[in-house]
């Protein structure tokens, strides 16, 4: 009989692992409370079912026999994948750990207990009201982001440049809206030494890192630049600090004990010179970054995920940007800079030129809401460039260069 495979969310971007599974002769059983999910017309089997509800998702497991389980690219279903592998005794990272990564709220108190650089931050019910978060906030430097502690995409995160009661009563609201555990947390903004926020993915094995895929996040200031945009890769960041980021990353996953995976990261290098973990993900990148990192180091992520969550970790991921290795490829998000009716996608000639695959999510004459987070995109452009400063140059251009029309 065939080893099974669980998965959890048959979403556009996670319908590549199902595929890879597919691929490696496994069975694939796939969980999603979506009736209209596209992963349901690839896996063999299908589930309507919430992947936040981990007694249904073990019952489902143990119904099927499965040898395997990931949540591939989703947040929210980390700790139900954790939950359902430690019940049944299969391959995964600690459910303490996943839990740790998946809260902010348990996220920020760690890095600080554990000697991690951190930004001073408070978590608090989102039932708070503005006078009383700012009174928690005493002592904070201005600007504070609040944000929900357990969401991704940048949804429901708001920059608050002065303590005002009335901003934080905005904030709060624009948070609460995107919290499913009711906890939202407000931390100092970090100023950037470095002017791009380190992102892309890494990919552990047996303790290590192996696979570094850094990259810089292109972000739109036109619309707040909040919300990614596209990854540029390689990084521009120094070799020295380069360094200093992977010393701080390779800690943190030996003080949690992750054991393997493909993690999605976000980093800022503050002006004070350290590397600051904003997020480290214990998933793959959305945005299709697996698929971006394939294209620059030759190395399937997603399968290499597939084999690590059925228990084979004797994968060769082995891929460290400051090698030179790597073509210069960029991803970027199509966006809608305000609310209507799309009528299509221009590109400027002098970057359209370097586009080698599109996917493009949204038909003419849908209605597309303008980027307040990630789940607003458009779809995404592939580029490769001759080289890092033709990219650079083309990138910090990017929102003249890249027209969504909607009227």
């Not at 065939?2 to 059983?29: D, F, N, Y």
């Not at 929900?148 to 009563?169: C, H």
């Not at 038909?363 to 987070?373: A, F, I, P, S, T």
Request: with cysteine.
């Amino acid at each position: 009989m065939r080893r099974t495979l669980m998965l959890l969310g048959g979403a556009r971007h996670q319908v590549p692992a199902i595929e890879a599974a597919k691929r490696l002769g496994l069975r694939t059983v796939l969980c999603d409370y979506l009736p209209d999910n596209p992963g349901q017309h690839v896996a063999d089997v299908f589930y309507q079912e919430s992947t936040t509800d981990r007694e249904k998702m073990l019952e489902v497991a143990c119904r099927e026999h499965i040898d395997g389980i990931i949540s591939f690219g989703s947040d929210a279903a980390l700790p139900s994948a954790g939950y359902v592998a430690e019940s049944l005794g299969l391959p995964t990272n600690s459910l303490a750990s996943i839990n740790t990564l998946s809260n902010k709220y348990l996220f920020r108190p760690y890095l600080a207990e554990h000697g991690f650089n951190c930004p001073k931050a408070v978590s608090f019910s989102a039932e708070k009201d503005g006078s009383s978060v700012l009174a928690l906030c005493s002592g904070m430097r201005f600007p504070v982001i609040l944000k929900p502690t357990d969401s991704s995409g940048s949804k429901g995160v708001t920059v608050i440049a002065e303590p005002e009661i009335a901003g934080y009563d905005a904030a709060i609201a624009a948070a609460r809206e995107f919290s499913r555990n009711g906890i939202l947390l407000c931390e100092e903004y970090i100023e950037r030494g470095y002017p791009h926020v380190i992102g892309g993915d890494i990919f552990v094995t047996d303790g290590r890192v192996r696979f570094w895929g850094l990259m810089d996040a292109v972000r739109d200031e036109s619309i707040g630049g909040l919300v990614p945009v596209g990854e540029a890769f390689p990084s521009g960041l120094p070799t020295d600090q380069a360094v200093l980021l992977k010393r701080e990353v390779q800690g943190l996953v030996t003080s949690l004990g992750l054991r393997f995976g493909e993690m999605n990261l976000e980093v800022i290098m503050g002006r004070d010179g350290k590397p600051y973990i904003i997020e480290l993900g214990g998933r793959a990148g959305g945005n299709l970054i697996p698929q971006q990192l394939q294209d620059v180091s030759g190395i399937n992520l997603t399968e290499a995920s597939v084999r690590c969550a059925m228990g084979d970790e004797d994968v060769d991921v082995d891929f460290d940007p400051l090698s030179g290795e790597g073509a210069p490829i960029a991803t970027l998000v199509p966006h809608a800079r305000e609310s209507g009716l799309f009528a299509g996608l221009d590109i400027d000639p002098a970057l359209d030129r370097y586009v080698y695959r599109s996917e493009i999510f949204a038909k003419e004459g849908d209605h597309v809401e303008r980027l307040v987070n990630g789940s607003k995109s458009l779809g995404i452009l592939f580029l490769r460039f001759p080289d890092a400063s033709t990219m650079r140059r083309l990138l910090a251009k990017a929102p003249q260069l890249v027209n969504v029309r909607v009227h």
